[in-house]
């Protein structure tokens, strides 16, 4: 639905080529330009369609600041305020905020989801898109577009054709602050490793009992560190080795 929307508003703007397949992702071309060199890589940009779950992100009614000053944000309106419902934007809570001082700030109004994640991400290249379409003076290559779904469930590019899709490089336009590239990420992939103990009884357990916590903070310690910091904790279950064979605690 907002794939097609998108592709409408695309095509208006004469971006020819707007594909949506089967999976609801988008995928469109801005030819290169009569001037650009045949060899030219194809640059790629990227932002996803779907908004977080978990808030309301309907009837959204974006709060307009302009020429912020680094105060604190009332988001909701004098009634809530005057219940004590207030949302409030602080910079004590996100100091980055200081650092668009001058700026209009967009927010959401305390009530919804704002949805920026990633709706500006796709206002950003369409406008990226207009600008080039506008200024014929701008040499440059190919550029592929796409818009996809089910980012924030984590399957984004579960269908994500890269043949298809076909640049040389491609960029995602989603999150963090102006001015920052990121060109790694975490690896998500996810195991569960179970670590048996061995249970004896205390009179005889002595250099034979083994403690599956002990073992699990010996794996741990042989996970290369540069590798193993992942923003979520390691999660081992523990079975046995002391108590009765049932799963003792979670790291
Ligand atoms: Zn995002």
């Known amino acids: 639905m907002l794939a097609q929307l998108l592709k409408d508003e695309l095509s208006a703007l004469g971006i020819q080529t707007v594909d949506i397949d089967e999976n609801g992702y988008l995928m469109a071309t801005l030819p290169a330009h009569p001037d650009a060199p045949p060899e030219t890589p194809v640059i790629g940009f990227l932002a996803h369609l779907d908004t977080a779950t978990e808030m309301m992100a309907e009837n959204v009614s974006p709060k307009v600041t302009e020429n912020y000053q680094g105060d604190d944000i009332v988001l909701t309106d004098a009634h809530a305020e005057a219940e004590g419902k207030a949302v409030v934007l602080s910079p004590r809570d996100f100091p980055a905020l200081l650092q668009y001082k001058?700026?209009?700030?967009?927010?959401?109004?305390?009530?919804?989801?704002?949805?920026?994640?990633?709706?500006?991400?796709?206002?950003?290249?369409?406008?990226?898109?207009?600008?080039?379409?506008?200024?014929?003076?701008?040499?440059?290559?190919?550029?592929?577009?796409?818009?996809?779904?089910?980012?924030?469930?984590?399957?984004?590019?579960?269908?994500?054709?890269?043949?298809?899709?076909?640049?040389?490089?491609?960029?995602?336009?989603?999150?963090?602050?102006?001015?920052?590239?990121?060109?790694?990420?975490?690896?998500?992939?996810?195991?569960?490793?179970?670590?048996?103990?061995?249970?004896?009884?205390p009179g005889t357990a002595k250099g034979k009992m083994v403690h599956a916590t002990k073992l699990a903070l010996a794996f741990q310690a042989t996970l290369p560190e540069r590798e193993s910091r992942s923003p979520k904790p390691t999660q081992i279950s523990l079975c046995a080795g002391f108590g009765f064979g049932t799963v003792m605690s979670l790291i």
Do not use: C, M, W
Not at 180 to 199: R, V
């Open 102 to 201: 001058g700026h209009t700030l967009i927010t959401t109004d305390g009530t919804t989801l704002l949805g920026a994640d990633d709706k500006a991400g796709i206002a950003e290249i369409i406008t990226a898109i207009e600008y080039l379409l506008h200024h014929p003076d701008i040499v440059h290559g190919t550029i592929r577009f796409a818009f996809t779904p089910d980012e924030e469930i984590g399957r984004g590019p579960h269908h994500f054709d890269v043949n298809r899709f076909a640049a040389t490089y491609a960029y995602t336009v989603d999150g963090g602050p102006i001015g920052e590239l990121q060109y790694e990420s975490f690896n998500a992939a996810q195991a569960t490793i179970t670590i048996y103990g061995k249970n004896i009884h």
